[in-house]
């Protein structure tokens, strides 16, 4: 999917500590929008951001998810691992956008800002 550097090691350690607890969801502002709810609050940003590592699967509703993050932090303020949520999105976002990440064409169609190999 993607070369894995010192970074993206970093942000998967970071981001494997979730014990999807919730706590942060209820801070989170954009968690009420869209139709998959769950993935629009930290959890299912963790969630997608983790499956997209893992598996190098990423689906529409997963991008919509990453790119809907306000980046507010206030998800970590609440995470008793102190999971700093922002910094994962931005940089996963990073990765989207340079094209580092493989992308069905299917998706990036939807999402003009990611480019295309």
């Known amino acids: 999917m993607v070369s894995k550097d010192d970074t993206w090691e970093r942000i998967y350690r970071e981001l494997a500590k979730c014990a999807y ?7 989170c502002p954009t968690i009420k929008y869209g139709d998959f709810r769950r993935q629009y ?3 299912g940003r963790v969630n997608a951001i983790l499956f997209a590592m893992r598996q190098g699967i990423i ?6 998810s990453i790119f809907t993050c306000l980046e507010c932090g206030a998800c970590t303020l609440h995470c008793p691992a102190k999971i700093d949520v922002a910094k994962a999105v931005r940089y996963f976002r990073a990765l989207l956008i340079s094209g580092r990440v493989e992308i069905p064409e299917k998706i990036a169609k939807h999402v003009p800002s990611i480019k295309r190999r």
């Open 21 to 27: 607890c919730g706590f942060c969801e209820y801070a």
């Open 59 to 64: 689906t529409i509703e997963s991008i919509h």
């Open 41 to 43: 609050g930290p959890r």
